[in-house]
């Protein structure tokens, strides 16, 4: 069984910038992690290696320095690292994304036939949960998102038993292999990297594939030029001018600070009072 895990190196959120031209985001000199989603689907797939002998290739897009993250997936087990990296990357959306992920697997795939494709349910800086249903349409995967857990996968016989969250309630879906799998944070817990694997990792080589090794052939749709998407304003919210109010919680019983604040709270949003009292 092969499974690919998509992961993404990210900025940190605390100390993200945007270019005030183009409105993208800066990376340079913002202190760079690993997409907390895609931990919790390399987990996953750390597991099914566990349990069935899989081969884990991860995979990633970006600039050279990516190559960090991905031998940080090696040193908790993933057995191949690949970094498509390619001027004619820069500034892709989640289209050009999917477009040169998906274009990517397919290369991978013509070595090694792949089982299964893990991505994390969404990144933080792009926040738009749209590259893993984009892989999965472009690829002709079955797509099962926002998976909670995988109860049974049987190799042999092709099929996969999720466990997917929906609005009302929880789903329990069988699906056939190939897949696509997003799952939701608190699914798992990523395990602590072993000493075999972080000496390996140490002395792994990333393999670093431009777009024509990564099999894509319409460089044009990748970056800028592939990318329709065009942001035309970012901005951080203002802050509040109100700061928080404190409440002695020794001025009365646990009921007569209750009612104290809904009292405020009416006070100042009458219809809110008038909604919850209907």
Not at 67 to 73: I, N, P, S
Not at 154 to 182: F, K, M, N
Not at 229 to 244: D, I, S, Y
């Amino acid at each position: 069984m092969h499974i690919v895990v998509c992961v993404k190196q990210v900025p940190d959120s605390a100390q993200i910038r945007v270019h005030p031209v183009t409105n993208t985001i800066m990376r340079q000199g913002v202190p760079a992690v690993i997409n907390p989603y895609d931990l919790i689907v390399l987990e996953e797939a750390l597991r099914l290696k566990d349990c069935l002998g899989a081969r884990i290739t991860v995979l990633s897009m970006g600039p050279k320095i990516a190559a960090e993250a991905l031998k940080k997936c090696v040193s908790y087990g993933a057995d191949e690292a690949i970094l498509i990296t390619d001027a004619v990357f820069a500034g892709s959306d989640t289209l050009a994304t999917s477009y040169a992920l998906a274009s990517t697997i397919r290369r991978i795939a013509a070595d090694r036939p792949v089982d299964m494709v893990f991505c994390g349910k969404q990144t933080i800086d792009g926040d738009t949960a749209q590259v893993g249903p984009g892989i999965a349409r472009r690829l002709g995967f079955e797509q099962l998102t926002y998976v909670s857990r995988i109860e049974r996968i049987d190799p042999a016989a092709r099929e996969i038993v999720v466990h997917r969250r929906g609005e009302g309630g929880v789903q329990v879906l069988q699906s056939r292999l190939p897949c696509l799998v997003t799952m939701l944070e608190g699914s798992n817990t990523l395990r602590f990297a072993g000493m075999d694997d972080m000496f390996r990792a140490a002395r792994y080589e990333v393999l670093e594939w431009n777009h024509k090794a990564a099999g894509i052939d319409a460089p044009e749709r990748c970056g800028l030029k592939g990318s329709p998407t065009a942001v035309k304003k970012v901005f951080a919210p203002p802050p509040r001018a109100k700061k928080a109010e404190m409440i002695d919680a020794s001025a009365g019983t646990p009921r007569e600070i209750a009612d104290a604040v809904l009292a405020k709270l009416f006070a100042s949003r009458p219809a809110l009072e008038r909604e919850m009292t209907r």
